[in-house]
C-alpha cells in the first residue's frame, strides 16, 4: 500500500523559510520520479518542482532560484527547501509518485505566508 507523508508546513513571515519533508512507504523509492505540487484556495493543483531517480530537477518559473527539491533514498523522503517565501506561495503541498497510471496523494502540509 502507497503511502505518502508530508511534514514541515506551518506559518511563516514573507522572506522566511520552511523545509517540506515527503516520507514515501509501500513504493520502490529510489527507482522512482518525485514531484512536490501546491494548491491554493480557489487554484488548481500545480506542479512546483520534480526530482527524477536519478537526481536531475526541474522547477516551475515561479519558485526558480528560491525552491530547492532533494532525496534522500536512504529515508525514503523527499525534501523541499523553500526560501525566500512570498505570500503566494501560501498553498498546501503534496508530493507523488511521477510517471504512474494512477495518482497517489497524501494529506498535504499547509504553508502560510505572511505578509
Known amino acids: 500500500q502507497v503511502q505518502l507523508v508530508e511534514s514541515g508546513g506551518g506559518l511563516v513571515q514573507a522572506g522566511g523559510s520552511l523545509r517540506l519533508a515527503c516520507a514515501a512507504s509501500?513504493?520502490?523509492?529510489?527507482?522512482?520520479?518525485f514531484g512536490w505540487y501546491r494548491q491554493a484556495p480557489r487554484k488548481q493543483r500545480e506542479l512546483v518542482a520534480a526530482?527524477?531517480?536519478?537526481?536531475?530537477?526541474n522547477y516551475a518559473d515561479s519558485v526558480k532560484g528560491r525552491f530547492t527539491i532533494s532525496r534522500d533514498n536512504a529515508k525514503n523522503t523527499v525534501y523541499l527547501q523553500m526560501n525566500k517565501l512570498k505570500h503566494e506561495d501560501t498553498a498546501v503541498y503534496y508530493c507523488?509518485?511521477?510517471?504512474?497510471?494512477?495518482?497517489?496523494w497524501g494529506r498535504g502540509t499547509q504553508v502560510t505566508v505572511s505578509s
Open positions: 509501500g513504493i520502490d523509492f529510489s527507482i522512482n520520479a
Open positions: 526530482i527524477t531517480s536519478g537526481g536531475y530537477t
Open positions: 507523488k509518485p511521477e510517471g504512474w497510471s494512477r495518482a497517489y
